[in-house]
Each structure stands twice: as C-alpha cells, then as structure tokens.
C-alpha cells in the first residue's frame, strides 16, 4: 500500500516544509540514541516515540524482564522529561498518586497545604497498573485525560507536557484488577512487548554483562517534544488515508460494519477516540521517518496499537479462537 499525494484532508493549514524537516532530523537523533540502550524492540521503541509525539498516553504489555522499566527511564533522559514512578500494588491509595492535603500550624494559623504526588512530573511510569484497585486505577483517569487533579475542591494543573506509560503483565492475572474500558479509552496505543530476536538477543547479553553498560544522553527536552506536538498537528493527510482511517473504526463497529465477521464476532467496537487516535499516530509515523505526510502503510502498521484496547469480541467468538487482532488483520487487508 502506497501514499496518494491527491487531495489533502485539510488543505487550508500552512505546511512549513523547513520545520517538519529539522524535526524529523531531531526525532531520528532521539530514536537513533534510544535505540543504542534499548536492543531488539525497534516497533516497541517506534510506537512508544510515536505516543509521546502525538501528545498521548500509551499502554505497555509484555512479560517481566523484556526492559519495559528500561525503555521509560531511556526515554525521559533522551527527551529530557522529568520522570516518576509508581509501583501499583492492592494496597495503593489515590492520594498515593496525586497527593493529599496535610495540616499546616505556621505562626499560630492552621491551614490546609496541598502536598503534590508523584503524579506532578511529564512522564509517569505506571507500572503493573492492573494491580491496583479500581478505585486507584481511577484517580488517574483525570489526570490523564485533562492533565490536572482535584484535590479539596481544587484543581491543580500537571506540568507540560505531560504523558503515563503505564505497564501490564499478560498473563499473571491473580489478584488483579481489569482496567475499565473508559481508562483503556485513554491510552493512544496499546503497545505490545515480546521476545527479542535471536541476534538482538545476543547483542544485549554482551551489551549488559560486560564491565561497561550503555547510558541513554539527552537529545531533545520538554519544549522540542511539545513544539514537535504542535508540528504534527499541520502533517497533511491525503483524503485516501482520510478515508482509510474512517472506514477501519467505523467497519469495526457491528452496528456499521459491512463485514459479516464483525457484525458476527464483536461485541462493541472502537469509538471516534479511536480515529482520532489512528489519525495522529499516522501523522506521527511520518514525522519520525522522515516524511511529509502519512500513507496507507502507516493505516495498517497502527491498527493493532490504536484499536485492539478499544473493541471486544463476543464470547462466542472467543470460543472459536477469534481474537480482536483477527477481526483488526481482516479489515486491514480490505484498505486496498
């Protein structure tokens, strides 16, 4: 599948050709450097830049020990973004997150203090997010959408940018929690991580062991990253990839779709976040290669990552082995 430069989307946004050049040579700097400590997840470290750039939230899902801990903290030192973690265990507390207010006797005058949580910071890593409660899991659903919390009746905004990598074990499920669909909404991607390959692999046995260890250096910081978030907002998109995106979420959706597996095999289906989502990480995927504007191959290399958290299959399509990659893989190969 190939771009057709006909008819933009939106052809009345001026497109500085200068800028989008000179930030696509910074993004491959950042990825070029990223790539020096992360070995073997070349599309996991793509799709994870690609969430950051569009401005968004991103889920990781892997099993312990594939450097989902070592990507975050890579990334924060690249882009120079102040970052925090938090470890989610069934005992966390909400104002575990974003703070509390405490008691304060200054000078003979009590009065409430807001004392900010690690929720204040421009890139959190949420790790093992699906072993906090749902109460937990919540309190992070208003930072994450308006970047800001409520605390005494008090809005207090998040720094800028501001983005939550949060983890996910796939298949160690006992004493955990679900995330609710209105919190998967939230991630523009779900990235999955998986085994490296057999080289990659010996690469970093003999990258991690040796008396010396590769360290991430800075190449951007929080003003690049967001003026790069800007940027992206005026990529141009062809009416063809338009096109594409529209018919891949609304064909996803049983009660639109034309294809008698979706109308069969899924029980709800993704949302117009979901476009909105593909339509920026398609922007996003240009920028970081160096291109002037999205194709039908970013369409398809972004469908699994935008929708797969955002539809579900029946119970009796699960039953049959038909998962919502399937249903995604079908639809894609019908872009043309």
């Known amino acids: 599948m190939s771009a057709d430069?006909?008819?933009?989307?939106?052809?009345?946004?001026?497109?500085?050709?200068?800028?989008?050049?000179?930030?696509?040579?910074?993004?491959?700097?950042?990825?070029?450097?990223?790539?020096?400590?992360?070995?073997?997840q070349e599309a996991v470290v793509d799709q994870t830049l690609i969430t950051l750039l569009s401005g968004g939230h991103a889920l990781l899902v892997g099993l312990p020990g594939l450097g989902k801990s070592r990507l975050v903290e890579t990334l924060a030192v690249v882009l120079g973004l102040a970052a925090r973690r938090i470890q989610f265990t069934p005992d966390l507390m909400p104002p575990d997150i974003i703070g509390s207010e405490v008691l304060d006797d200054a000078e003979g005058r009590r009065a409430f203090r807001f004392v900010p949580g690690p929720v204040f910071c421009q890139l959190l890593m949420a790790d093992e997010i699906n072993r906090a409660s749902?109460?937990?899991?919540?309190?992070?659903?208003?930072?994450?959408?308006?970047?800001?919390?409520?605390?005494?009746?008090?809005?207090?905004?998040?720094?800028?940018?501001?983005?939550?990598?949060?983890?996910?074990?796939?298949i160690e499920q006992e004493g955990t929690?679900?995330?609710?669909?209105?919190?998967?909404?939230?991630?523009?991607?779900?990235?999955?991580?998986?085994?490296?390959?057999?080289?990659?692999?010996?690469?970093?046995?003999?990258?991690?062991?040796g008396p010396t260890e590769a360290v991430p250096e800075p190449v951007l910081d929080a003003p690049a990253l967001q003026d790069a978030q800007r940027l992206l907002r005026l990529v141009p998109v062809g009416e063809r990839v338009l096109a594409a995106i529209l018919g891949l979420v609304r064909g996803a959706r049983p009660e639109t779709a034309a294809d008698d597996m979706v109308t069969r095999c899924v029980a709800w289906g993704p949302g117009p976040r979901a476009a909105q989502a593909l339509m920026l990480a398609c922007r996003a995927r240009a920028l970081l290669d160096g291109?002037?504007?999205?194709?039908?191959?970013?369409?398809?290399?972004?469908?699994?990552?935008?929708?797969?958290?955002?539809?579900?299959?029946?119970?009796?399509?699960?039953?049959?082995g038909i998962t919502a990659e399937a249903v995604i893989d079908r639809l894609v190969e019908r872009l043309g």
């Open 177 to 209: 929690y679900p995330l609710p669909e209105a919190q998967l909404d939230r991630f523009l991607l779900q990235i999955d991580v998986g085994y490296p390959e057999a080289a990659a692999e010996r690469a970093m046995l003999l990258a991690t062991t």
């Open 5 to 40: 430069p006909g008819a933009l989307a939106d052809p009345a946004a001026p497109v500085p050709l200068a800028a989008v050049e000179a930030c696509a040579a910074r993004l491959a700097a950042a990825r070029t450097a990223v790539g020096r400590v992360i070995l073997g």
């Open 291 to 320: 291109r002037l504007a999205p194709s039908l191959d970013d369409v398809a290399a972004l469908a699994r990552p935008a929708l797969r958290h955002r539809m579900a299959v029946s119970f009796a399509a699960r039953a049959e």
């Open 134 to 170: 749902p109460r937990t899991q919540s309190a992070l659903l208003q930072a994450m959408q308006e970047r800001r919390v409520s605390a005494g009746g008090t809005d207090h905004p998040l720094p800028q940018p501001f983005h939550v990598l949060a983890t996910q074990n796939p």
